[in-house]
């Protein structure tokens, strides 16, 4: 165990990286004051506020900005047009503080007078995902044009909102379900003249104040707003209600709209999908009410599924059914092919999970949780460098620093899902969190030495937690949940051992990075203990701890190999002990089929993920891959089916079997490793932040022709055969053919 002596110099570098975890980028203007209604129950959960302001000018200026904080979300028009759809990020940054937008307002206005709209939605609840204030409110500075928030501006709990009855979002969930009320709406509020339902606001504070406390600007982009699409639907009749069937194109997140004619008004229709309930845990839903004479309405609170569900009075007709998709501004620019339809199929499903477990932050499942356990995390950051561009590593670094800065103060534990109320330590995913496939990862593929300098420190306090006993293993420690993964003959302590080995072999490259070599020297002469104890558990054909009772476990042999623990001598009796030995999760599933391509198993590794993960990829009715082999009961966790830690074959298959990696931080120089297992074909592209690294392969004639593309200013370095020396390839496309 490292411990640290908290020299007054550390204690000032500790001092500045918080800081700059936290600084804010823009300042609000000294005028600009947190602001809610005056009336009524404000801080309620679920509380909707209208706040309206007009400013004239003689002329726009070159550039407006506005600096917008809000408690929970908002929604932004100038002049009646909206312009952003679903403003702000989940709290926190910090379990105090919180983030803030900037949002360029100079296309939307104009000479004379302008009429600033916000929508507030108050959460009013903590969740999973989301850290509550305790209080409603807004912050707006636009000092270009001499706007801030204050007592001037006009606003109103919007009376037309509402709290739907039961069945209530489970208690994971900051989100309420949402009714609305059409007889109580308030049309064209964003533009009239007249606001005689309005009142001046109250002010809460200057920007820093308690309980929103320091602003942190936005670190990940607006939500890309796909915009209103018409939707199909067919009628499944009932007594007295009809349930209106709309298939999505694929799981994604939607906001319904509505329009419809209904003469009497008082009708309720409930908006829903296919995913309302995970093994009966509900989520989000929608309500409405009509009024009388045609009317629109959309559903603003997100929600998601394969079908959307439209529940109507029996023999009501929708004049037309739309759907608003929303989502992370990053795009599925890596592309991959190959002649086996399966694992086409696999890829295309693997990207849908992956896009719709992302938004304020990554998710487990955006239905039931909606939170950021960095187990899954760790595996979903790793499938991004292989499919998304560059805009979603801003996610992940946001997720890395809000891990480090939900770190416990009385005990130095890492924990997750952050933010939010959960405070429990699930050992095994905090140390895969700080692994070479957590954080280095995030280095290797990104460069950016300025998160890792942040980060390491509470790197450092986190593994100072952990011992090693007289066995040379990682001393057993109970965090709050003692999560191995999910399934039956889970070897623990070997577990844990292992992920605890891949955790300090990061921490020694950090080390290394930042010209720590005291620290990297520790860190290693650990790891040469761990695999030692890990070694004393070698039983001629498998590792197992001695006090193991049941059937050998495949994740420990997965871990002992990608660690590097194991050696080639042994990898003929763990694949043998792979064919027979299937206990991982999807989860712990993807780090076996790396362990087999690593032992020069590739085909036999393409042959178990097909086997393992048929049912999900030949569903014809899902889009998206489940959380475990089955659907809810016959799952692990409740069973979603959008769960993206089982799409880690992505990962295996870019790296391993096209055999793509980074060799030097940022793509610099890049390994190209190919295993091309029982493809006879294929083509990858690969987004990294040197530009697109392109890879394809065709076997012919007893040869096998690789067609290369180098970004200008990297090199690739090409292994024809796993033993084989690299052939360096610079700039452009290259042409080599390997074989007989």
């Not at 804010?24 to 404000?42: H, K, M, P």
């Not at 999973?128 to 409110?137: I, N, P, Q, V």
């Not at 979603?392 to 009385?410: A, Y």
């Not at 992505?650 to 390994?671: H, K, R």
């Amino acid at each position: 165990m490292i411990h640290i002596r908290m020299t007054r110099k550390f204690l000032f570098l500790l001092l500045f990286c918080l800081c700059s975890l936290t600084s804010s980028a823009v300042d609000f203007s000294e005028g600009a004051r947190w602001i809610t209604a005056s009336q009524g129950e404000v801080n309620a959960p679920n509380t909707w506020i209208a706040f309206r302001r007009d400013v004239t000018l003689d002329a726009v200026p070159s550039e407006v900005q506005a600096s917008i904080a809000a408690d929970s979300k908002y929604w932004l028009w100038v002049n009646g047009r909206m312009i952003v759809f679903e403003g702000s990020v989940k709290r926190g940054p910090t379990p105090r503080d919180s983030y803030f937008d900037v949002v360029d307002l100079t296309p939307y206005l104009r000479s004379g007078t302008n009429q600033i709209a916000l929508l507030l939605w108050y959460f009013g609840k903590s969740g999973f995902s989301h850290t509550d204030s305790g209080k409603s409110g807004l912050i707006f500075s636009a000092p270009a044009i001499g706007l801030h928030s204050d007592a001037s501006w006009m606003s109103c709990i919007h009376p037309a909102y509402g709290t739907c009855g039961d069945p209530k979002p489970n208690y994971r969930l900051s989100e309420s379900s949402i009714r609305f009320d059409a007889a109580q709406d308030m049309p064209q509020w964003q533009t009239d003249t007249e606001l005689n339902t309005f009142g001046r606001s109250t002010e809460l504070g200057r920007a820093g104040d308690a309980p929103w406390n320091r602003l942190v600007k936005r670190p990940i982009p607006l939500w890309r707003d796909y915009g209103l699409k018409d939707i199909k639907y067919s009628t499944r009749a009932g007594a007295e209600e009809d349930t209106l069937v709309a298939r999505l194109p694929y799981n994604m997140h939607i906001t319904p709209t509505i329009t419809l004619q209904d003469d009497e008004g008082g009708h309720l229709i409930r908006l829903q999908t296919d995913h309302l309930f995970v093994s009966d845990v509900p989520s989000v839903r929608g309500e409405y009410i009509t009024r009388p004479g045609m009317q629109s309405y959309e559903s603003l609170g997100w929600m998601n599924g394969d079908e959307l569900y439209v529940i109507v009075p029996h023999g009501m007709k929708l004049k037309r059914l739309q759907y608003r998709q929303t989502g992370y501004d990053g795009m599925a620019s890596g592309t991959f092919w190959c002649d086996d339809e399966y694992f086409n199929r696999f890829w295309l499903k693997g990207l849908r999970t992956l896009y719709v477990n992302m938004r304020d932050t990554f998710f487990d499942c955006p239905e039931r949780e909606r939170a950021q356990w960095w187990g899954d995390v760790t595996t979903l950051l790793g499938e991004c460098f292989y499919t998304y561009d560059t805009r979603v590593h801003q996610l992940i670094r946001k997720g890395i620093l809000e891990l480090c800065n939900f770190q416990r103060e009385n005990d130095d534990c890492l924990h997750s899902p952050i933010p939010g109320t959960y405070n429990k330590e699930l050992p095994a995913q905090m140390l895969a969190s700080i692994s070479m496939y957590g954080f280095w990862n995030y280095y290797m593929n990104t460069g950016d030495r300025q998160t890792i300098e942040t980060a390491y420190p509470h790197v450092r306090r986190y593994l100072n937690v952990w011992q090693i006993d007289e066995t040379g293993l990682t001393a057993e420690r109970h965090g709050g949940w003692d999560w191995g993964d999910w399934g039956d003959h889970r070897d623990i302590r070997l577990i844990y051992a292992g992920w605890h080995y891949i955790a300090l072999n990061s921490a020694a490259h950090m080390a290394d990075l930042l010209n720590l070599p005291v620290e990297a020297a520790a860190y290693r002469k650990q790891m040469e203990s761990l695999k030692r104890g890990f070694e004393a558990c070698w039983t001629g054909t498998a590792y197992r701890y001695p006090k193991f009772k049941g059937d050998t476990d495949d994740r420990v042999q997965a871990l002992a190999v990608i660690s590097g623990i194991a050696g080639p001598e042994k990898y003929e009796a763990i694949t043998k002990l792979f064919h027979t030995q299937m206990h991982a999760s999807p989860y712990m599933e993807k780090y076996v089929m790396e362990a087999l391509f690593q032992m020069g198993e590739g085909e036999y590794a393409m042959e178990r993920c097909r086997q393992r993960f048929n049912e999900m990829v030949s569903d014809d009715f899902h889009t998206t891959l489940y959380e475990g082999w089955g659907i809810g009961n016959n799952g692990f966790g409740g069973g979603t089916t959008n769960h993206a830690w089982s799409g880690g074959a992505i990962t295996v298959i870019a790296q391993y079997l096209m055999g793509l990696s980074p060799a030097s931080a940022g793509w610099s120089e890049f390994d190209i490793r190919p295993q091309t297992a029982t493809f006879r074909k294929a083509r990858i592209t690969v987004p990294t932040v040197k530009g697109t690294v392109g890879l394809s392969f065709v076997k012919r004639g007893g040869k096998t022709i690789y067609t290369i593309d180098v970004p200008e200013g990297t090199t690739g370095r090409f292994f024809a055969t796993r033993y084989s020396s690299p052939r360096l390839l610079t700039g452009g496309r290259h042409v080599l053919s390997v074989g007989e």
